[in-house]
């Protein structure tokens, strides 16, 4: 079958709403179905309109109506006329279907892409989605739609796997479900909206968060910490409530995992949380400078300040962990001690800049720490996640030192500290998200350092194919691989 493109279609809210609304999406259909083959699988269409009809929703049944025109399907004309029907059923009034089309401007006609075969042999774009609470990760095949203005499409190469993405897929952090999880990508750009401007078709990018560049935060060089931070990055889709991701069958898929959704082959981004990156480093290993390792590196040199002759502490040796290990050598730190349980992670941070290790089941890492740095760290930072962990990160504080905190817990997580031996000592607890770095700026730095050889953040990664995404995140749970990357066939090019 010919592939449709994007490129060829109207978008709804560019068609010229003139007369009857059915017959301007009669023509658009037309147009849409010229060329194509005679459909085999009109069932599918029908199947995909009768759930839309079910939900009664517009956003559903249009994302039904969208599905049965999938290129890898075989298009049968009589999908037009369901098409006609399903609006007809679903406005009343045409004065509010023009609206609510024009103003949404959501699902295109056609998948943005073509029916080249993919990964397991599926046609079109697959995904792992988050279905039920605690489950496994599972494949679907989902249409996609085209970029909006300030949106570019981007051919996923790899993407890193976080402890975020297994903390979402356990529902601790309340998102909506199903959802495509995955936000460490890097890939190349195929497609830009019209009002993109800081790439363009064939760049390299790295995805990192969703920040929304309008509220305080992100006005003043904090966009990490941005006002509508847990709606861009955990929502499930756009500001609007839209996503741009919906099953071939026409079902409600969430999308827009911290603006990306990295787990798939092809992704939606906005142009502000894409990296343009140079071509003379992997490609497939930059996609975790987007999160994990942005996070504990910005950590030390950006939100904590880490400097020259100072002492730090890192509870955690993960992929965070580790990045802030390397950090602080870069900064000038001193004593740099690790602490964590696996002795294995332990000497590969001696090995990336340490001067000191703590076995916590060995030995109390306070009482360690303040014998190490006559007294407390100038700075601790919590990766572990763990209520007990930060009281003693916190307890391992000099004075006016400062702990941070990066570690991502539980919804409702609450950890208690000696009141005092904060105000007395001057001890400061900062929140930290992404290193409360400017990524677009912070990202080519690291890779600057990686280039010279002074943050090795390489030695973190173990790569696996697309398709082991949940052996990846076992691995990474056990604590056998510290940054796992999941790597698509497509190469960077």
């Not at 001690?337 to 590969?348: C, G, H």
């Not at 990766?383 to 504080?397: E, P, T």
């Not at 990066?406 to 009141?419: I, L, Q, W």
Request: aromatic residues 6%; glycine residues 12%; charged residues 20%.
């Amino acid at each position: 079958m010919r592939p449709i493109h994007c490129a060829n279609v109207q978008r709804a809210s560019d068609t010229p709403w003139r007369g009857d609304l059915l017959d301007a999406v009669q023509r658009q259909v037309i147009k849409v179905l010229a060329g194509c083959n005679p459909g085999q699988q009109a069932r599918r269409g029908h199947a995909a309109i009768d759930h839309g009809r079910r939900h009664r929703r517009r956003r559903h049944a249009l994302a039904g109506a969208a599905g049965i025109l999938r290129p890898d399907l075989a298009v049968h004309e009589e999908a037009g006329r369901f098409h006609i029907q399903l609006l007809a059923d679903l406005f009343s009034d045409l004065d509010q279907a023009r609206a609510a089309l024009a103003a949404r401007a959501r699902f295109w006609l056609v998948t943005v892409l073509d029916a080249r075969e993919l990964p397991g042999g599926a046609p079109g774009g697959r995904r792992a989605v988050a279905g039920e609470s605690g489950k496994p990760l599972q494949f679907e095949t989902a249409t996609l739609e085209a970029p909006r203005d300030n949106e570019v499409l981007v051919r996923m190469v790899a993407t890193g796997v976080c402890h975020t993405d297994m903390v979402v897929r356990d529902q601790k952090f309340t998102t909506p479900l199903p959802l495509i999880l995955g936000h460490e990508g890097a890939g190349v750009v195929e497609q830009v909206g019209s009002a993109v401007t800081t790439v363009e078709p064939g760049d390299h990018v790295v995805m990192t968060y969703m920040y929304c560049g309008l509220c305080a935060p992100c006005a003043t060089g904090h966009p990490a910490h941005c006002a509508n931070m847990g709606a861009l990055n955990f929502g499930g889709g756009r500001l609007d409530g839209s996503s741009s991701a919906c099953c071939h069958d026409g079902g409600e898929l969430h999308d827009h995992f911290f603006g990306q959704s990295s787990f798939a082959t092809h992704a939606i981004a906005s142009e502000l949380n894409v990296v343009k990156v140079g071509k003379d480093v992997p490609l497939e290993l930059l996609g975790p400078l987007g999160c994990g390792i942005q996070t504990g590196a910005g950590a030390v040199m950006n939100a904590m300040k880490v400097h020259a002759g100072s002492s730090f502490a890192a509870f955690g040796t993960g992929a965070v962990g580790l990045s802030a290990v390397m950090a602080a050598r870069v900064a000038g730190a001193t004593k740099i001690i690790a602490v964590d349980v696996n002795p294995v992670r332990l000497e590969l941070a001696l090995e990336l800049g340490a001067t000191h290790i703590v076995n916590s089941r060995e030995q109390d890492p306070v009482e360690a720490i303040r014998k190490l740095t006559g007294g407390g760290a100038d700075f601790t930072l919590e990766c572990s996640g763990r209520a007990a962990v930060l009281r003693q990160a916190i307890d391992s504080v000099g004075l006016l030192g400062t702990c941070g905190i990066v570690g991502a817990t539980p919804e409702g997580t609450e950890a208690s500290f000696n009141v005092n031996e904060v105000v007395i000592p001057g001890r400061r607890i900062m929140g930290i998200v992404q290193g409360d770095m400017v990524s677009r700026t912070f990202i080519p730095e690291l890779i600057e350092l990686y280039r010279q050889g002074r943050f090795p953040f390489d030695r973190l990664v173990k790569f696996y194919p697309f398709e082991e995404v949940n052996q990846a995140m076992a691995d990474s749970e056990s604590g056998v691989t510290i940054k796992p990357v999941l790597r698509f066939d497509s190469a960077a090019a």
